[in-house]
DNA sequence: TACGGCCCATCTGTATGCAATACTGCGAAC
DNA sequence: GTTCGCAGTATTGCATACAGATGGGCCGTA
């Protein structure tokens, strides 16, 4: 037997396809055909459709199977708060003491991001980093898996977000403050620059969204 | 068809029996003596105890299926605070209009429980439509569905909450402050005695779990 | 031509079947 | 006496099969 179940991955792949757009926002989703096009049979497809379900990521439509949901600039403005939020949570409930190591550390995925953005690469997989790299030592791990099941649906909105290199710029500037403000044990300041830093990304959001 | 699935009735069903302990903490989840005994095939059953394992309230073990995950203090110091933060960040997001019409009705289910205390009902429905009614008008339906999630997670713990009538009084006494201070507008006042109210809730939890 | 009802293909929701792994009990060896 | 190994059973994970609902097209009618 597998020692990983089918499901986790499919929930990755389908995670994927939904966050690129070939499953379509407002599409529904034929089970016979993804399953083939997978290679898996519809059960334990369904047992990703339904975790994805779960999270939000599709919507389950009794009758009718799942679908995507289609975008909605109002979701984008509660999400980007609530991921805020409850990063700063996780950060306000990591111990000083495991808090100490991290700035160091912090700053080198930021260098990362500076030497990326030279280079024209794409930002969003070191930021990723970036921000599991702050969370890591949070002891909370309910709190943990809130913030994992919210982000993706975050990053259907996300795809624009480093399209400005000006943005990007400020924005790692913005990690390096936070990670200068842990290294003073300022914390209300970090949490402050932390929840500002996903403010921010909606609003350039907003921008390129018209 | 049914209109509606046999997995959100199961879903129910199966978080009913652990919370009363029918299913009991540790125990792994046989699904052919859980399905024949729900009267249901495999698959639906399945599919609800993977909904409950992203929820938290089942762990998943690949290759040994589904089991109650234990008791843990630690657990339930991590769950009062969580949700205390998350029903606080959901007021706040509340506009002011709408918690217009709140502290009135509030008040209605605080006096309800209040009687349901003389009668020596049990409080706790009770308690949970107060908290219902309390996030009712917040705009932000991934909150309210992560409020959701981790509510039954904590429930598991609250068995003896209410026991003491002391406490229950007391408890009482602050969702009225709460309703109070939302009709005076003061919003960060009803956050921090809401926030209070749970996180005193774990430590009475606490006594008792000895 | 527009509208409403019926029929059929398609798809979902549920049940059942099958293969491979994990647990249990017993026996043997140290 | 304890531990290791093995065989049989139980149980999971995945695949397939079946029943009922859904949606769309076609025809008839106003």
Chains 1, 2 share one sequence.
């Not at 984008?76 to 949570?89: F, I, K, N, Q």
């Not at 890591?136 to 898996?145: D, E, I, W």
Request: hydrophobic share 45%; aromatic share 4%.
């Amino acid at each position: 037997m597998a020692r990983t179940p089918l499901r986790s991955d499919l929930i990755e792949e389908i995670t994927t396809r939904v966050l690129d757009g070939r499953l379509a926002a407002g599409a529904r989703v034929n089970e016979v055909h993804l399953a083939r096009e997978l290679g898996v049979s519809r059960t334990p497809l369904r047992e990703a459709l339904i975790g994805l379900a779960d999270r939000g990521l599709l919507v389950s439509a009794p009758g009718r199977g799942f679908l995507v949901p289609p975008f909605d600039p109002d979701e984008a403005r509660r999400l980007y708060p609530l991921v805020a939020e409850l990063e700063a949570l996780a950060l306000r409930w990591t111990s000083p003491l495991e808090l100490a190591g991290l700035p160091d550390a912090l700053d080198a995925v930021a260098d990362e991001m500076a030497m990326a953005l030279d280079r024209g690469d794409d930002l969003s997989e070191v930021d990723e980093r970036w921000h599991a790299l702050l969370l890591s030592r949070c002891p909370n791990p309910h709190l943990l898996r809130l913030i994992g099941q919210t982000k993706p649906l975050l990053k259907r909105y996300e795809s624009c977000y480093f399209g400005g290199a000006a943005r990007a710029g400020e924005s790692i500037g913005e990690h390096r403050r936070i990670a200068a403000a842990l290294r003073d044990g300022d914390l209300p300041a970090a949490s402050a620059v932390l929840v500002r830093n996903w403010v921010k990304a909606l609003a350039y959001l907003g921008k390129d969204e018209r």
